[in-house]
């Protein structure tokens, strides 16, 4: 029963690149940059010539934004979801990146800790090195 309120909306399927771009947070611009490097197969055109995506299109597309959030680069991020699970290369990038992001947690946590120290004593506690 549409508008009826335990009824649900339902799932959408296919996205114009309007709308594809927006629910993962991109330019249609960028969106169509990704179809120009690979990374991205080109959605199949509707009824009035624009492209259509489908639900798996735009899952591999979040999958690229969120390791391009991540701080890989479009060739990595390429080199990561073009091969086989398991690959060399793609191994080594994710090592490296999980190595980045570890160190970045490193650097976070010590500036929350002077914050904490200047919070509690009005006096950072700041240590150099460590």
Known sequence: MPGHAGSQTPIQLEYT???????VG?????????????????GRRGPGGQRIYTREQILMLLRIVRLSEM????????????GPPGTHRAEVILVS??????????????????????????????KRGG
């Open 17 to 23: 690149t309007r709308e594809a771009a927006q629910l």
């Open 26 to 42: 991109l330019t249609a611009r960028a969106l169509r940059y990704y179809h120009q490097v690979g990374l991205l197969p080109e």
């Open 71 to 82: 701080g890989l680069s479009l060739e990595e991020v390429a080199d990561v979801l073009g």
């Open 97 to 126: 990146l999980d190595r980045a992001l570890a160190d970045r947690v490193g650097v976070i946590q010590a500036q929350r800790r002077v914050i904490r120290e200047l919070l509690t004593t009005g006096s950072p506690v700041i």
